[in-house]
């Protein structure tokens, strides 16, 4: 069992940056992949970004590539979205999830925080 928690969100302009924190409990955090995913009012879930349990590999989206950075501090038991140069098509709610591979299928992911809003102003 792992407990999930987002933080970090907001309201933020065109072109600023954000960074979210998932915090996790329960389990040994490292034996996981992470993952974000977002989901805005209307529309299905979205992959976001990846990273494999020892952070050596990740992957992200191409509409956020080169834009947000996944990280994670295994210690902390946080992983972390840095989303730069927010476009007025970001905003969403977002969650971190946790999964036993590394993958970016949202139904392979176990686990899954509450999320946090993000909202980008034009």
């Known amino acids: 069992q792992v407990q999930l928690v987002e933080s970090g969100g907001g309201l933020v302009q065109t072109g600023g940056s954000l960074r979210l924190s998932c915090a996790a409990s329960?389990?040994?955090?490292?034996?996981?992949?992470m993952g974000w995913f977002r989901q805005a009012p209307g529309k299905e879930r979205e992959f976001v970004a990846s990273?494999?349990?020892?952070?050596?590999?990740?992957y992200d989206t191409v509409s956020v590539r080169g834009r947000f950075t996944i990280s994670r501090d295994n210690a902390k038991n946080t992983v972390y979205l840095q989303m730069n140069s927010l476009k007025p098509e970001d905003p969403a709610l977002y969650y971190c999830?946790?999964?036993?591979?590394?993958?970016?299928?949202?139904?392979?992911?176990?686990?899954w925080g509450q999320g946090t809003q993000v909202t980008v102003s034009s």
């Open positions: 990273i494999s349990w020892s952070g050596a590999s990740t």
């Open positions: 999830a946790a999964a036993d591979r590394y993958t970016f299928i949202a139904r392979n992911y176990d686990y």
């Open positions: 329960g389990r040994t955090f490292s034996s996981y992949a």
